[in-house]
C-alpha cells in the first residue's frame, strides 16, 4: 500500500525558505506526477506545484517566482522549497500522487506549517 | 488563469440527494475530478474523469459533465456524507497547469 509522509520545520521565520520533504513507501516515484498542495487555515485547496518522472517541473503561476520542486530518486523522496515566505504561506502542506489526467490518488497527512517571527 | 466556481454551501436531509455544482468556462471539454474533504483530514478522491467511481466509493457519488458545469451528485445523503468538496480539472491542451474549485461545504440536516 501507498504511503506519502511529510516531514520539515512547523515554523518558518518570514522571508526566510520553507523546505518540505516527502517519503514515498510502498512503490517507487518512477512514473506519475509527485504534487504539492496547501491548504490555509479554513480555506480551499491551492496546488503548489509537480514534478513528473521524466524531470518535468510545473507550478502555479502565482508561486512559479518562488518554488522548486526536486526528487531524490535514490531516497524515493521529492521536496518542495519555497522562498521568501509571508504569513500568506501559512497552511497546511500536502504531498501526493496524481496519476493520468492528474487525479491524485495518494496524499500525505499533512504537516501545518506557520510563518512567523 | 482558470477559475473554478463551486457554491459555498449546500444543505440536505438525511436520505435526500445532494448536488455540487462546480462552473468552469467550456469545463465540459476537460476531466473533472471531485474529492471529500473531512475535518483534520486529507482529502479523498470520490469521483475522477467526470463520472468514474474509485474503488470502494459507495455508488451514491456520481458525476457528470457538460457545458459550463460540472456536478457531483451524492443520493440517499447520510450523515457521514458530511464534507467539503472540492472539484478540480487539468488544463491538458495549453500549460499542463491543474487548479481545484472554491468547495463546498456540505451540511446534512
Known amino acids: 500500500q501507498m504511503q506519502l509522509q511529510e516531514s520539515g520545520p512547523g515554523l518558518v521565520k518570514p522571508s526566510e525558505t520553507l523546505s518540505l520533504t516527502c517519503t514515498v513507501s510502498?512503490?517507487?516515484?518512477?512514473?506519475?506526477?509527485w504534487s504539492w498542495i496547501r491548504q490555509p487555515p479554513g480555506k480551499g485547496l491551492e496546488w503548489v506545484g509537480y514534478f513528473y518522472y521524466s524531470g518535468t517541473t510545473n507550478y502555479n503561476p502565482s508561486l512559479k517566482s518562488r518554488v522548486t520542486i526536486s526528487e531524490d530518486t535514490s531516497k524515493n523522496q521529492f521536496s518542495l522549497n519555497l522562498s521568501s515566505v509571508t504569513a500568506a504561506d501559512t497552511a497546511v502542506y500536502y504531498c501526493?500522487?496524481?496519476?493520468?489526467?492528474?487525479?491524485?490518488?495518494?496524499w500525505g497527512q499533512g504537516t501545518l506549517v506557520t510563518v512567523s517571527s | 488563469s482558470y477559475v473554478l466556481t463551486q457554491p459555498p454551501s449546500v444543505s440536505v436531509a438525511p436520505g435526500q440527494t445532494a448536488r455540487i455544482t462546480c462552473g468552469g468556462n467550456n469545463i465540459g471539454s476537460k476531466s473533472v475530478h471531485w474529492y471529500q474533504q473531512k475535518p483534520g483530514q486529507a482529502p479523498v478522491l470520490v469521483v475522477y474523469d467526470d463520472s468514474d467511481r474509485p474503488s470502494g466509493i459507495p455508488e451514491r457519488f456520481s458525476g457528470s459533465n457538460s457545458g459550463n458545469t460540472a456536478t457531483l451528485t451524492v443520493s440517499r445523503v447520510e450523515a457521514g456524507d458530511e464534507a467539503d468538496y472540492y472539484c478540480q480539472v487539468w488544463d491538458s491542451s495549453s500549460d499542463h497547469r491543474t487548479v481545484f474549485g472554491t468547495g463546498t461545504k456540505v451540511t446534512v440536516l
Open positions: 510502498g512503490g517507487s516515484i518512477s512514473s506519475y506526477y
Open positions: 501526493a500522487r496524481a496519476g493520468y489526467n492528474l487525479k491524485i490518488d495518494y
